[in-house]
């Protein structure tokens, strides 16, 4: 089976713009989650979602956004971006909430 | 609540001898817990997962850990460190749902 993949890898924007990263996960898989990873605050969660629904919800502003479609693929939008959302954004998918997750290669996103 | 405590940042152990990452959890009911790996510029990697079925968790590359609930403690070990396992490695505890909670991280150098 095809691991998790996301697009793109790596992205430039400046700030008060705003971005779409992609997240196709494993066949089958109906969750999907996403995590920030920065060198100060680490691994973060930022949503859940599960069969086209959010389920859970991290502690971000609402800049930060995500939906899923009927094939589970998943995006997360960041609007108005400010310099501190330059992070790798991780997502990762199972088949059901609680089981073990699959992370993909992440996007690097860097905001100037 | 549930949170997960890595307590070294840093090891640096030498080829060939024992490694031993250390991992404190809090967690209100009966979690599971994971250790992932992290190789530079990479996204996570799945070494083991715990769920309650065997203290005494098998991973790959010739990791385990074990549960100790009475110390709530889920410790990573490897009998001998190769030079191919530096890298971060992440504490992880299930919260409701399907959130994950990551400890900080632990840098593993392996001196050659």
């Known amino acids: 089976k095809a691991g998790v993949t996301q697009t793109p890898r790596y992205l430039i924007k400046t700030r008060g713009q705003q971005v779409t990263l992609s997240c196709s996960p494993i066949?089958?898989?109906?969750?999907v989650s996403w995590y920030q990873q920065t060198p100060g605050q680490g691994l973060q969660f930022l949503f859940e979602?599960?069969?086209?629904?959010?389920?859970n919800k991290g502690n971000f502003p609402g800049r930060f956004s995500g939906r899923q479609f009927s094939n589970s693929r998943s995006e997360m939008n960041v609007s108005t971006l400010e310099l501190g959302d330059s992070a790798l954004y991780l997502c990762?998918?199972?088949?059901?909430?609680?089981?073990?997750?699959?992370f993909g290669p992440g996007t690097r996103l860097l905001v100037l | 609540a549930q949170s997960v405590t890595q307590l070294d940042s840093h090891v640096s152990v030498s080829e060939g001898t024992p490694v031993l990452l250390r991992c404190n959890y809090s967690?209100?009911?009966?979690?599971?817990l994971f250790w992932y790996v992290q190789h530079p510029n990479k996204g996570l990697q799945l070494l083991l997962k715990y769920t309650s079925a065997a203290t005494l968790v098998k991973g790959i590359n010739g990791f385990e850990a074990e549960f100790k609930k009475s110390e709530t403690s889920f410790h990573l070990t490897k009998p001998s460190a190769h030079m191919s396992d530096a890298a971060e490695y992440f504490c992880v505890v299930t919260g409701t749902g399907n959130q994950f909670y990551f400890g900080t991280g632990t840098s593993l150098t392996v001196i050659p």
């Open positions: 066949s089958g898989h109906r969750s």
């Open positions: 979602y599960f069969s086209e629904t959010q389920r």
């Open positions: 967690s209100s009911y009966s979690p599971s």
């Open positions: 990762a998918s199972s088949l059901w909430t609680r089981e073990t997750q699959y």
